[in-house]
């Protein structure tokens, strides 16, 4: 019997009823509550290892939304609070999104009772953890509160661009930065600044492309009281803010002609004008700036100013994207699984070979990101009993589907997939979710079922 107390939060009584039966065996308390709105009063009175919060309250509501709602109200009273969700079968995209909010793990409905021990013996002693080592808790992980530290840039084919950057960097030069949407344009124009003698002065990124017409100039410029309506003060614009420092132009490709003029004028004369004065001002900035567009053939279009592009590619980075860089794919999904090993609490400890050769096959159309992202969320699933050896393998992984140019390899496999996924759906509504009936009538052990259902999200 483990000394710690639990609160169980559920709207339906059987599952209360059930779960307290099952968790007192092993833990020295357990409350348990239907009514969520109690739960403020709950936690100012009493002081709870671990916290299990369903995440629908009405019936019929399958939203989460009410689950999100009270998991962030738990962690603004108690950041410290390890929450634990319940979620339904079909539910795994949310308790992934809940993950990402700050709890610390879910169990799926109806539950094992050894998986439901484990996930909670878990908890508490991650509990125990932190408040023996004052570690931050989950909600100030999320935030990132206690992370101050630049972002490291992995992998060989980036060390090149990472020369350039020392050598160009503490010079005035300015440099556009040319790749694919999450290849690192953003990590690189930052790493531009740190290692320049501007980096204690401001970084300041704005995404140009989404900057509305009537938007971009006060935005960028800065605007007087009175210049349009909403405008009830003097406002300094981005490169104003950024004086001393480094302003970074992302999707500068996507500029209007009217827009390219405006900034080519700031960028020929040093100065800028806040909308509705006639006072221009100096300003001291390094340009970067950025986009995925061919700004070449958009030049030979007529669609971008030669100009402009003269003015801002003193110095041009190409980042290769993640498919021309296989030797890299192993370096950061392992980076990226230490990251979210440890900000998940679990114990994964590599990338099989087998799924590393996997994802050298892949296209990886969301580059980086898209890595980052299918780690992070392969992370969050893989529970111990699902990962042979505590090694990722290639069915805890989801490759996008809407990957056009895959390689035939993968997308033979993506059709197999297709199938194996409505089949277990099919199985899975005839007998209403139950696992051991699934199983058996698809030929597979429950553990090669739950590994189906995590890896298709059902
Ligand atoms: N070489 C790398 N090492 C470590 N992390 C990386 C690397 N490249 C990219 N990342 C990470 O991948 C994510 C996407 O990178 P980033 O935002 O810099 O890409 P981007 O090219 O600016 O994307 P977009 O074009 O969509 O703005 C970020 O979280 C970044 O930290």
Not at 49 to 77: C, H, K, P, T, Y
Not at 391 to 398: H, K, Q, R, S
Request: glycine content about 6%; proline content about 4%; some cysteine.
């Amino acid at each position: 019997m483990q000394d710690a107390k639990l609160l169980l939060v559920d709207d339906d009584p059987d599952v209360l009823l059930a779960a307290r039966l099952l968790l007192k065996r092993h833990f020295g308390a357990v409350d348990i509550e239907k009514n969520p709105e109690k739960l403020p009063f709950l936690l100012n009175n009493n002081r709870y290892d671990a916290i299990v919060l369903d995440m629908n309250f009405q019936r019929d509501v399958s939203s989460g939304r009410e689950g999100f709602a009270w998991l962030d109200r738990i962690l603004d009273i108690d950041p410290t609070a390890r929450v634990i969700l319940f979620t339904a079968y079909g539910d795994v995209e949310m308790a992934v999104r809940a993950m990402k909010a700050g709890a610390v793990d879910f169990v799926l409905k109806p539950w094992q009772n050894d998986k439901f021990l484990e996930t909670i013996r878990g908890a508490v002693e991650g509990k125990k953890e932190a408040k023996e080592s004052n570690e931050a808790t989950p909600k100030e992980k999320q935030s990132g509160k206690t992370n101050g530290k630049q972002t490291s840039i992995i992998g060989s084919a980036m060390r090149p661009i990472l020369e350039t950057v020392e050598q160009v960097a503490p010079t005035d030069a300015n440099v556009l930065i040319l790749g694919e949407n999450g290849t690192g344009k953003d990590l690189i124009a930052r790493a531009i600044h740190e290692n320049s003698d501007r980096r204690d002065k401001p970084f300041v990124s704005v995404d140009v492309g989404a900057l509305t017409e009537s938007l971009f100039e006060s935005e960028l410029f800065g605007h007087v009281k009175g210049a349009f309506t909403d405008a009830r003060d003097d406002r300094a614009g981005r490169f104003e803010e950024a004086n001393g420092g480094t302003i970074f132009l992302d999707e500068i490709g996507n500029l209007s002609a009217s827009q390219q003029a405006r900034l080519l004028t700031v960028l020929q004369q040093r100065q800028v004008t806040r909308v509705g004065s006639n006072k221009a001002r100096s300003i001291d900035v390094r340009l970067v700036c950025a986009t995925n567009a061919d700004l070449n053939q958009r030049v030979a279009e007529r669609q971008f100013r030669q100009d402009l592009l003269y003015r801002i590619n003193t110095i041009e980075l190409n980042l290769p994207p993640l498919r021309e860089r296989p030797a890299d794919i192993g370096p950061l999904a392992e980076h990226f699984l230490k990251k979210y090993a440890k900000q998940y609490n679990r114990s994964v400890l590599g990338v099989s070979p087998a799924l590393l050769a996997e994802m050298k096959q892949y296209r990886w159309p969301g580059n980086v990101r898209e890595l980052q992202h299918a780690v992070e969320r392969a992370v969050i699933l893989a529970r111990p009993e699902l990962t042979q050896s505590n090694m990722l393998e290639p069915d805890n992984f989801v490759f996008r589907k809407d990957s056009s140019a895959t390689s035939s390899p993968v997308s033979e496999t993506m059709q197999l997939e297709d199938m194996e996924r409505h089949l277990i759906q099919q199985a899975m509504q005839k007998h209403r979710g139950s696992i051991t009936d699934v199983a058996r009538e698809l030929g597979v052990s429950r553990q090669a079922l739950y590994r189906r259902l995590e890896k298709f999200g059902l």
